[in-house]
């Protein structure tokens, strides 16, 4: 069975940046849906950035549009997600999921469409 494994998470002050990698076992180059989601202390689980793999076409949620960059590796079926100034609300546990989308290049912002999910990562913003 495939697996999913997310690096990069820890501890930063508000203003900074971190890396997010996900590799996958298996893969991932052609007509997959890679998203980064996250969830927060109290809250539900939101999706934050996804792409389809190729063509690479990139989706951002609001609250991270214009800080954040997700990216790909198909070599090394690995997806980024590039955070930069990182807000106190950025604060949570990040995972990462995968979904092969035959005849569509939309990726959903739902984790609950994704059939791989990793474990997560946790982030950690401080004022």
Do not use: H
């Not at 007509?31 to 063509?55: D, H, L, N, V």
């Not at 955070?83 to 092969?100: H, I, R, V």
């Not at 997560?120 to 004022?127: E, L, M, N, W």
Request: overall charge positive; proline content about 3%; charged content about 15%.
């Amino acid at each position: 069975q495939g697996r999913l494994v997310e690096s990069g998470g820890g501890s930063v002050q508000a203003g900074g940046s971190l890396r997010l990698a996900c590799e996958a076992s298996w893969n991932t180059g052609s007509q997959y849906c890679m998203g980064w989601f996250r969830q927060a202390p109290g809250k539900a689980r939101e999706g934050i950035a996804t792409i389809y793999t190729s063509p690479q076409i990139p989706r951002y949620a609001d609250s991270v549009k214009g800080r954040f960059s997700i990216s790909l590796d198909n070599t090394k079926n690995t997806v980024f997600l590039q955070m930069d100034s990182l807000q106190l609300e950025d604060t949570g546990m990040y995972y990462c999921a995968a979904q092969w989308t035959p005849g569509t290049r939309y990726c959903s912002m739902t984790i609950e469409n994704y059939f791989a999910r990793g474990q997560g990562t946790q982030v950690t913003v401080s004022s």
